[in-house]
Each structure stands twice: as structure tokens, then as C-alpha cells.
């Protein structure tokens, strides 16, 4: 088993990967490696090691960086993964139900079992984990980046606030499997595509029915709005019941395309700046991970 863990990571996070690590070796079988990445490269000479068993110890960007390399080297489906969440946001292990705690992580890892994931591809050859947005949400996650360090987890809410403020909306083109889903005639304020439920650190549930596991992208759009119809979209997006509202637009689909003005881009907090067009395709179970059992 290789844990790939973030070589940047400060000394709280160092001593909860020790914790954990040591869960892993007590209760594990086998021997148990630690591989510290502070780039693509080290990630390179990380995977090269050839460990059937890779358990990230991060949040997920760190995911979406291992499963990126994953694909580009074709070994996407030949691992079992496992996730010990050490990161900001932790969004992917929300919805899998894993623990925040690296140490209650460690052991739901040992009780778990592997299972067949979802997950998607643009046509850059990019693979998201658990979401990707363009419009607001992004202008959000951008936002929240310049004050994480300061706040942590707070600073979704404080980038949600601050990009909320004076949005305007975006003229996009959204096509779920070839049909219009919303025409560039109206403004949107965000679009989504969701693998897992949550973004935001949890302070979003981008769609409450997503699954990484039902071979679909959970497609949602919505429409821009005045201040306080936006601020209302923003407590019903926390609360995960946006979908009541007559401008959000919800449906599975296997690709989607979304043509656009220039707009900001987030895949699983990764951001991308003056997007024009892109196009998804769903990978149905693409990856073998790890997932706590049932009520545990």
C-alpha cells in the first residue's frame, strides 16, 4: 500500500497523516509506504513504484492531481484507491460518506470495501472527480483560494459572499446528450456538473441526487437573478433544495457541452480562467475505490 500525501502540508496535517499512517500499519496487513509529492513529477516517480493499493492523504485537488495521472498513464482502472481526507474542502469524502477525521478515515478504509466509481472527461483530456462548475461557483472557489490560509474552511461561504455580490450571469449555451438544455439568450448565473452531492467545503450541495456510481453526470443550471433572489438561490444551494426553484435546471446525462463567453472554470477546486467551450463524457466506472460500510 502507497499513501501519496502532499509534501506542502503544514505540521497539524503532518501529525493526523502520522495518525493515520500508523491505523493503516497496526491494523493493516502488508506494509505500509508514505510517498511525499510536491509536484507532478514526484507524483510520477510516486505511482512508478507500482502499488497495487494508492490511499491519498489530501483533500480534492490532491485526488483529481492522482487521478489525472492515473489517466494519462492508462492505469486508471488497475488500482484500488483510498482517500484519507486532509484537505479544505474534502467534498468527495462527504459524499462517500467518509470521515473527515484522518484517523476515523484510516479505519473505515480497513472495514471497506472497494467499489466501481464514476468519473468524467473533457476533451482536453482533463478527468474530474467529484464536480466541475463554470459561472458563479467558480468565481466563488477563485475567491475563496486568496483567503483560505487565513480562514480554512470559512473561506468558501467568504468567496461565495464576495463573488455573489455584483454577478451578473454569463450567456451560455448548455447541451445535455445533444439537447438544448438553456439557449445563450439568457444569462446564467452557474453551470454544474456533479459526480459527488457537495462543493464549497459542504457549504454547497450542488445536486442532493448525484452519485458517483449511477453512470451519469448530474447536469444543474441556473439562471441569473436579482441580489436578493440571488442570496435566496445561495441558502437554498447550502441547504441542498435549490432544485424547487423554477430557474434551475436539473438532468442526467452521459456528455455535456457548454459553449460560453469567457467564464471561470472549477474542477474540483482547480481553477481555469476565460473558458469558451467545453465538452464532458461520463467514464462509468472508471476506478475501483474504497468506500466505508453501510451505517459506518
Known amino acids: 500500500m502507497l499513501v501519496i500525501s502532499n509534501s506542502q502540508a503544514g ?3 503532518d501529525r493526523s497523516l502520522r495518525a493515520a499512517v500508523g491505523e493503516l500499519t497496526v ?4 506494509a505500509v509506504e508514505v510517498a511525499s509529492c510536491g509536484d507532478a513529477s514526484e507524483l510520477e516517480k510516486a505511482l512508478e513504484r507500482g502499488h497495487e493499493t494508492l490511499v491519498v492523504a489530501g483533500g480534492d485537488g490532491s485526488l483529481h492531481a492522482v487521478a489525472n495521472a492515473l489517466h494519462r498513464r492508462g492505469e486508471l482502472g488497475g488500482r484500488t484507491m483510498g482517500l484519507l481526507p ?3 474542502g474534502n467534498d468527495f469524502a462527504r459524499g462517500l460518506g467518509i470521515p473527515l477525521s484522518p484517523e476515523a478515515a484510516a479505519r473505515a478504509f480497513l472495514a471497506g470495501a472497494a467499489r466501481p466509481l464514476d468519473l468524467f472527461v473533457d476533451d482536453t483530456g482533463e478527468v474530474t472527480v467529484n464536480a466541475v462548475h463554470l459561472g458563479i461557483g467558480a468565481d466563488s472557489t477563485r475567491e475563496a483560494a486568496r483567503w483560505k490560509r487565513l480562514l480554512g474552511p470559512v473561506s468558501f461561504p467568504v468567496g461565495g459572499l464576495i463573488a455573489g455580490w455584483a454577478a451578473q450571469g454569463y450567456r451560455m449555451l448548455v447541451e445535455a446528450d445533444g439537447e438544448t438544455v438553456i439557449g ?10 456533479a459526480n459527488g452531492r457537495y462543493i464549497g467545503g459542504g457549504a454547497g450541495t450542488l445536486d442532493p441526487d448525484a452519485r458517483a456510481d449511477n453512470g451519469t453526470i448530474n447536469l444543474v443550471v441556473s439562471r441569473s437573478r436579482g441580489f436578493w433572489r440571488r442570496a435566496t438561490h445561495a441558502v437554498r444551494l447550502h441547504r441542498g433544495t435549490h432544485p424547487m426553484e423554477l430557474d434551475v435546471y436539473r438532468r442526467q446525462a452521459r456528455t455535456v457541452r457548454v459553449v460560453c463567453e469567457p467564464v471561470t472554470e472549477s474542477n474540483d477546486g482547480e481553477i481555469t480562467e476565460g473558458v469558451i467551450s467545453r465538452t464532458w463524457t461520463v467514464l462509468p466506472g472508471a476506478w475501483r475505490f ?3 460500510p453501510a451505517g459506518g
Open 86 to 88: 486532509l484537505g479544505t
Open 290 to 292: 474504497v468506500v466505508p
Open 11 to 13: 505540521g497539524n496535517e
Open 27 to 30: 491494523a493493516g496487513s502488508g
Open 184 to 193: 445563450p439568450r439568457h444569462k446564467v448565473l452557474m453551470a454544474g456538473l
